[in-house]
């Protein structure tokens, strides 16, 4: 009953660099979402994947991109890490549709030196 | 696009004391709103979400209430005690699929025993 599971759950970057956050869900979910949190600044949609074959930019998608790589895993790739990634960023997933609750994972926290 | 604003952005309440957070969303096509509860090291986690078409919810003893003509709704917990501090964000959402949440900024409730 693992829920939505976001790996790793820590990393330092140094600029320039690239990687992976991975993310996955078992609840059968169509949705899914990438989230950036930063302090006073609530959680900010990067993208979002309404199924699985499509995605689309959120609020800020400028520096990341994403992979729908099936209905359970929805990738965020940061390709040249900066300092202002440095953040908290949450995957979530959701039953597609009007008004259902978005199930989030613990969290990877980001440090880009 | 949907704007959402949070106040206070921290509350202190005694052990007991009832506790009230605000919200305002600015998009009227926003139908559907939920609240979330984050603890130290977690992911967010909802608590109670409201639907358009209701104007007051309750669940033990937290309730929300909602506005749609001043666009603005509120989360009410009674009887407050320790664990009941944390973060907590409200979202707005609209009716369709792949729907995008807009987060609040975040209160942090701190319950004094």
């Known amino acids: 009953n693992a829920g939505v599971t976001q790996t790793p759950k820590f990393q330092v970057l140094k600029t320039g660099q690239s990687m992976t956050l991975q993310c996955a869900q078992d609840?059968?979910?169509?949705?899914m979402y990438w989230y950036r949190q930063d302090p006073g600044m609530g959680l900010r949609l990067i993208y979002y994947?309404?199924?699985?074959?499509?995605?689309d930019k959120g609020e800020v998608p400028n520096g990341y991109n994403v992979s729908r790589l099936n209905k359970r895993e929805f990738s965020l790739r940061l390709e040249s890490a900066a300092p202002s990634q440095t953040s908290v960023y949450f995957c979530?997933?959701?039953?597609?549709?009007?008004?259902?609750?978005?199930?989030f994972g613990q969290g990877t926290r980001l440090t880009v030196v | 696009g949907e704007n959402v604003e949070q106040h206070p952005s921290t509350l202190s309440v005694q052990e007991g004391d009832s506790a009230v957070i605000k919200c305002t969303y600015s998009?009227?096509?926003?139908?559907?709103f939920p609240w979330y509860k984050q603890e130290l090291g977690k992911g967010p986690q909802l608590i109670i979400d409201?639907?358009?078409?209701?104007g007051e919810k309750k669940d033990q003893r937290i309730a929300v209430t909602l506005n749609k003509t001043a666009k603005h709704f509120s989360l009410h917990i009674t009887e407050t005690q320790p664990e009941d501090s944390a973060v907590y964000f409200c979202?707005?959402?609209?009716?369709?699929?792949?729907?995008?949440?807009?987060f609040g900024p975040g209160t942090r409730l701190s319950v004094l025993p």
């Open positions: 979530a997933s959701s039953v597609s549709g009007p008004g259902t609750e978005a199930f």
């Open positions: 609840m059968n979910h169509n949705s």
């Open positions: 994947s309404a199924s699985e074959g499509t995605t």
């Open positions: 998009d009227s096509a926003s139908n559907y």
């Open positions: 409201i639907r358009s078409n209701v």
């Open positions: 979202a707005a959402s609209m009716d369709n699929y792949g729907q995008n949440f807009v």
